[in-house]
């Protein structure tokens, strides 16, 4: 089955630090580019980040530029976010996604999505 599940999100306080993954399945991971998707409550989708498919090349929204590291493991199929200092706005649900073919690490066109993970930062 194709599919794409986060994992890894919870209650932090500011501050504090998380780690999410995305395990793959059903299609060659290491081919696509992933990025982070975002969705805050009441708002619209927000790009967080994105890698290429070998993970030589990344790109970040400057919300979290310094702060957020994104990466890959083609061996194991899972992708990554390293979330630190985390501030009351980066509360969201978290979602892992695939770019569609030959888009770089800032892609903004998707084709598979995950179920998303719920992050919340609050004191």
């Known amino acids: 089955e194709v599919q794409l599940v986060e994992s890894g999100g919870g209650v932090v306080q500011p501050g504090g630090s998380l780690r999410l993954s995305c395990a793959a399945s059903g299609f060659t991971f290491s081919s696509y580019t992933m990025s982070w998707v975002r969705q805050a409550p009441g708002k619209g989708l927000e790009w967080v980040s994105g890698?290429?498919?070998?993970?030589?090349?990344?790109s970040y929204a400057d919300s979290v530029k310094g702060r957020f590291t994104i990466s890959r493991d083609n061996a194991k199929n899972t992708l990554s976010l390293q979330m630190n200092s985390l501030k009351p706005e980066d509360t969201a649900v978290y979602y892992c996604?695939?770019?569609?073919?030959?888009?770089?690490?800032?892609?903004?066109?998707?084709?598979?999505w995950g179920q998303g993970t719920q992050v919340t930062v609050s004191s």
């Open positions: 890698i290429n498919s070998r993970g030589g090349s990344t």
């Open positions: 996604a695939k770019c569609k073919p030959l888009y770089g690490p800032a892609c903004g066109e998707y084709e598979l």
